[in-house]
């Protein structure tokens, strides 16, 4: 069984599509672990679905953050998924699980992303900024912010009518197809990755 950790932050949609998406027997995979860096609905999902949840409250830990993470997941999972996850990874969890930890960014990187990039933030940016088609990104965590290698994008059309929270909700409802598929792909070993690019068998 394909075994996985899940880092969440916020209300947990994107966790409760994999939830579902593995009720529906969509996905043969097995969440071991729910993490959260602060109080989160995301939590409650994740226990109603008699999933083992944890807190690391990232006012406590501070720059041990990273260190506690790993000390929780174990180093025998198959791959972590940063759903909605807002604080940054660093340290030994990059090297344990190098090239086996994914986020998903609501745009297309290198578009808008970064930094202080998350949330609403992004969409009014690409709204500011005029494009025409915005997306989700789901890519490789390195020691940087939204650096790692693209696995693979979804895009959508940004209508002239467009607030930053309906194009949010357009993008949000491609980010649980793009989560789906890239976990798919992984637990089926179907992804390789060589000099910062990843092929797709």
Not at 1 to 14: A, E, H, K, Q, Y
Not at 37 to 47: I, N, P, Q, T, V
Not at 73 to 94: K, M, Q
């Amino acid at each position: 069984m394909f075994r996985i950790g899940v880092l969440v932050s916020g209300s947990g949609t994107n966790l409760q599509y994999i939830i579902d998406t593995i009720k529906q027997n969509k996905l043969d995979i097995k969440i071991e672990k729910v993490i959260s860096d602060r109080e989160a609905y995301a939590l409650e999902r994740a226990k109603k679905a008699n999933i083992k949840t944890i807190l690391v409250d990232r006012k406590i830990y501070k720059n041990k953050l990273s260190d506690k993470i790993l000390e929780e997941l174990g180093e025998d999972l198959d791959l972590i998924v940063l759903a909605g996850f807002l604080s940054i990874l660093r340290g030994r969890i990059l090297e344990v699980y190098k090239n086996r930890i994914i986020n998903i960014h609501p745009s297309l990187i290198p578009s808008f992303c970064g930094e202080g990039m998350y949330g609403l933030k992004v969409h009014q940016a690409a709204l500011d900024y005029g494009v025409k088609v915005s997306g989700c990104t789901v890519h490789i965590v390195d020691s940087g912010t939204d650096t790692g290698p693209i696995i693979l994008q979804k895009t959508v059309p940004v209508y002239a009518e467009d607030t930053a929270e309906t194009l949010q909700e357009r993008i949000h409802q491609q980010e649980y197809i793009a989560l789906e598929e890239t976990i798919r792909l992984f637990a089926e070993n179907r992804i390789k990755i060589e000099e910062r690019k990843v092929y797709i068998k």
